[in-house]
């Protein structure tokens, strides 16, 4: 049961470079272990900034079927500043709302935010294989110069040096290694790379199993996130569906206690109790599965993301639940913190400790998505009889007291804010707009002219973000990008507050400008009320020492 009727793979050849003495002539910058969708967005990443990177990938294609199935807004806002979020966006089903159901009552209405300034959906859904194929197929049209893919190649073992790493690689040809300044590890939740280095998770492992089906299926009904507790067609189990691209269905159950993951992963038990649940719900319609996987949940992380030249990312760093959609997602805030961290220091532009702030921001961010993670997990999967007698008395009241049904509020990811980061720089601006650490909060504007929004005024430098009513005077930086944002129209002004909202938003006001200072990866740096060019060059200079 495979996705080859609804997707077409492409199968990579593999790749062997010159050797001399067994190891490659070539000294590479950056390798990336794994080339999944960690591994391919850091190498784009990577080569948006100008850093090459070799990604070293055992498989020969990209992954099989949907497995991260949502992709969050800030994950949106990541793919457009890499410049491949159009065919996502044009393949993805956006959906803002979710019904939580004990046995047959609907008890919660999951509604996700939304307003005018937004750019982007709080949540698409999306096969991960299509995502995949997505980014490679940009770092085909746009990077293959920057970004060398060597498939059908397995690290089995590396020598961490002072200066970078010895990678031994097995290929189909003949084993061979690699000389590498920096080694990032992508290669998973069962990283090799972890492994040999002796690192272990912190945190909890939980017993619960889910299984995971993708099914095709025609129905009408709408996009949106559904969970049954304890439903008829399925008693004593909870089950998720999500609707994908190319009328595939995404259904997560919970085995019991009793059950055998080896033997409930077979088809003959999976394929009746679908069924049962797609007759139960109304679903007449032909169907056949696609895809059967296992999953466990776990909330674990790695203490420290950053070991000399060796860095870590995505599930290869820590191991959140899917409840929420925190791991891809997750993952992906992993490479935009640290594609730019890693090429300022490769480029000379900051000191080694720069990457000190990947691992605590990224540290931080994993263990708030395991708190929320964690409390999602023990209402979706209770880890004991207690937490489940529990969980059976919130659900139950829950039909009659809406208090108790938010208790089944999935959490959905969002967007962390490093408030306690040291590139979290303490300004002179007045309380209100973003704080120093937040992501950049969106809002329509006009630039140049046509409709825009201020994300789209980021790129690979810090940005100075000036909303005032004159042009501000801040000495060139060869790091530093100045915009102008005028309130009302102004010929002289790069852009202007078309919807009156923005200032507001970002705590400006006519006789109050507000200057904001942005991080490559959208955090806010440090706010300013009146900064001269000392003070904003200074700020640069703290935050790459």
């Not at 998973?188 to 299984?211: C, D, H, K, P, W």
């Not at 009659?400 to 720089?425: G, K, V």
């Not at 601006?429 to 950049?440: D, E, K, R, S, T």
């Amino acid at each position: 049961m495979q996705y080859h009727e609804y997707f077409t793979y492409q199968h990579h050849p593999l790749k062997r470079p010159p050797l001399a003495g067994g190891v490659e002539a070539r000294r590479h910058k950056v390798a990336i272990a794994g080339g999944g969708p960690i591994g391919l967005t850091l190498a784009l990443g990577l080569a948006r900034h100008g850093i090459p990177s070799v990604v070293i990938e055992a498989d020969d294609t990209v992954t099989y079927g949907s497995r991260a199935a949502c992709i969050s807004r800030r994950s949106q806002e990541i793919m457009n500043a890499l410049g491949c979020v159009k065919p996502i966006l044009d393949k993805a089903l956006p959906w803002l709302e979710g019904t939580s159901f004990y046995r047959d009552v609907p008890v919660y209405r999951l509604k996700m935010a939304m307003d005018e300034n937004q750019k982007f959906y709080p949540m698409v859904n999306l096969e991960q294989c299509y995502f995949d194929q997505f980014v490679l197929d940009h770092i085909e049209k746009k990077y293959t110069d920057l970004v060398d893919i060597r498939w059908q190649t397995k690290l089995t073992d590396f020598t961490p040096e002072a200066n970078g790493a010895r990678l031994q690689l097995e290929t189909a040809e003949g084993p061979y290694a690699l000389d590498c300044d920096w080694l990032v590890a992508c290669d998973g939740a069962r990283s090799r790379v972890r492994q040999n280095m002796g690192l272990r998770f912190t945190g909890n492992r939980y017993e619960g199993t889910y299984i995971i089906v993708d099914v095709h299926l025609k129905s009408e009904h709408p996009i949106e996130r559904r969970a049954w507790f304890d439903p008829p067609s399925n008693p004593g189990s909870t089950i998720l569906m999500h609707k994908q691209p190319d009328d595939i269905w995404r259904v997560d159950y919970q085995l019991r206690d009793d059950e055998d993951p080896l033997e409930a992963v077979k088809p003959e038990n999976v394929l009746p109790r679908v069924r049962a649940h797609l007759e139960w719900i109304g679903e007449r319609g032909d169907w056949e599965p696609v895809l059967i996987s296992a999953y466990k949940a776990n909330c674990l992380t790695l203490d420290k993301y950053n070991h000399g030249r060796v860095l870590f990312a995505g599930d290869a760093a820590h191991l959140v639940p899917i409840f929420g959609v925190r791991g891809m997602n997750s993952g992906l805030d992993d490479t935009h913190n640290l594609a730019w961290k890693l090429a300022y220091v490769i480029n000379g532009d900051a000191q080694a400790s720069l990457l000190d702030t990947y691992s605590d921001e990224r540290v931080f961010a994993a263990r708030e998505n395991i708190r929320h993670g964690a409390k999602s997990t023990e209402f979706m999967a209770p880890p004991s009889h207690a937490f489940y007698l529990m969980r059976e008395a919130a659900l139950s009241l829950s039909t009659q007291d809406p208090f108790f049904s938010t208790l089944s509020n999935p959490r959905q990811s969002s967007a962390i804010t490093y408030s306690e980061s040291r590139l979290a720089l303490q300004g002179d601006a007045a309380p209100g707009g973003p704080p120093a650490g937040a992501i950049l909060p969106e809002c329509p504007l006009e630039r140049d002219g046509l409709p825009g929004f201020i994300t789209d005024l980021l790129g690979t430098r810090f940005t100075l973000l000036c909303l005032a009513d004159s042009r501000p005077d801040i000495a060139p930086h060869p790091l530093l990008a100045v915009h102008w944002i005028a309130p009302t129209r102004n010929a002289q002004a790069g852009a202007w507050d078309k919807t009156g909202r923005l200032f507001p938003l970002y705590g400006a006001g006519a006789q109050a400008p507000a200057y904001i200072l942005v991080r490559p990866d959208g955090h806010v740096l440090a706010r300013f009320a009146n900064p001269d060019s000392a003070r904003i060059h200074a700020a640069l200079g703290q935050a790459l020492q």
